[in-house]
C-alpha cells in the first residue's frame, strides 16, 4: 500500500514565524500535491510538484512556497504564517495525472493553528 | 468556468439503508474523469472510486456503485447496506483532461449513519 506521512498532526504556531509542513511518500510517485482544506471550501490546491526540483502553483499559492529536493519528499512553507492560514492542510502523491489507475494517495493531514 | 457542486452538507441515514450522495459537474471537456473519495474523522482522504467519462458502464467498487449521468452530469455515490463505519464526509472530484493535474473539488457532504 501507498503510504503518504505527514510529519506532524497538530502545529500551533505563532503569528510571524516561518512553518514547515513535511511530506515523505514511499511508492516512487512522481507527482506530489499540497492542499488545504476549510469547511465548506472542499480542498484547493496549493502547489503541486511533477518532478524533483520542478513545482507548479495550484489555485492559491499567494503566502506559500515549497521545495522537492528529493522525489519522495515535498516540503510546504509558510515564509510568515498569519491566523488566515489556519486550516488543514493535506500533502498526495500520484503514479501519474490522476485517473482511476492513478489516484491520488493522501496523507493524514496536518492540522495547523496560527495564533 | 469548471465546477462540482455537492447539494447535501449533511445526512443521516439508518443503517443497512442505502445512502445515495449528490454530485452535479459542469465542464464543456468531452474528456474528464470523476473520482469520490471519504474523510473519515482522522482525516485521511480515502479513494473510493473513479468513473471515466468514456467509460460505458456504471463504476462499482464493492458496496460502492457510481450512478453516472453523463446527459445530466452528474455522478451520484450510492452505498449499499450502509455500516456505521462509513460515517464520515464523502468528497466528489472531476479532473479535466487537459487539467495540468489539478482536480476540482465539490465541498463535500458530512453522512453520519445510525444505529
Known amino acids: 500500500d501507498v503510504k503518504v506521512t505527514q510529519s506532524s498532526r497538530y502545529l500551533v504556531k505563532r503569528t510571524g514565524e516561518k512553518v514547515f509542513l513535511e511530506c515523505v511518500q514511499d511508492m516512487d510517485h512522481e507527482n506530489m500535491f499540497w492542499y488545504r482544506q476549510d469547511p465548506g471550501l472542499g480542498l484547493r490546491l496549493i502547489y503541486f510538484?511533477?518532478?524533483?526540483?520542478?513545482?507548479e502553483k495550484g489555485d492559491i499559492p499567494e503566502g506559500y512556497s515549497v521545495s522537492r529536493e528529493k522525489k519522495e519528499r515535498f516540503s510546504l512553507i509558510l515564509e510568515s504564517a498569519s491566523t488566515n492560514q489556519t486550516s488543514m492542510y493535506l500533502c498526495?502523491?500520484?503514479?501519474?495525472?490522476?485517473?482511476?489507475?492513478?489516484?491520488?494517495?493522501f496523507g493524514n493531514g496536518t492540522r495547523l493553528t496560527v495564533t | 468556468a469548471q465546477k462540482i457542486t455537492q447539494t447535501q452538507p449533511g445526512m443521516f441515514v439508518q443503517e443497512k439503508e442505502a445512502v445515495t450522495l449528490d454530485c452535479t459537474y459542469d465542464t464543456s471537456d468531452q474528456s474528464y474523469g470523476l473520482f469520490w473519495y471519504k474523510q473519515p474523522s482522522s482525516g485521511e482522504m480515502i479513494f473510493l472510486i473513479y468513473?471515466?467519462?468514456?467509460d460505458e458502464q456504471n463504476a462499482t467498487e464493492g458496496r460502492y456503485s457510481l450512478n453516472f449521468q453523463k446527459a445530466r452530469k452528474s455522478a451520484n455515490l450510492v452505498i449499499s447496506a450502509s455500516q456505521l463505519g462509513d460515517s464520515a464526509m464523502y468528497f466528489c472530484?472531476?479532473?479535466?483532461?487537459?487539467?495540468?493535474?489539478?482536480?476540482?473539488w465539490g465541498a463535500g457532504t458530512k453522512l453520519i449513519i445510525k444505529p
Open positions: 510538484s511533477y518532478d524533483v526540483k520542478m513545482k
Open positions: 472530484a472531476m479532473i479535466p483532461w487537459d487539467s495540468n493535474y489539478q482536480l476540482i
Open positions: 468513473q471515466g467519462s468514456y
Open positions: 498526495a502523491s500520484s503514479a501519474t495525472e490522476a485517473s482511476g489507475n492513478s489516484p491520488l494517495h
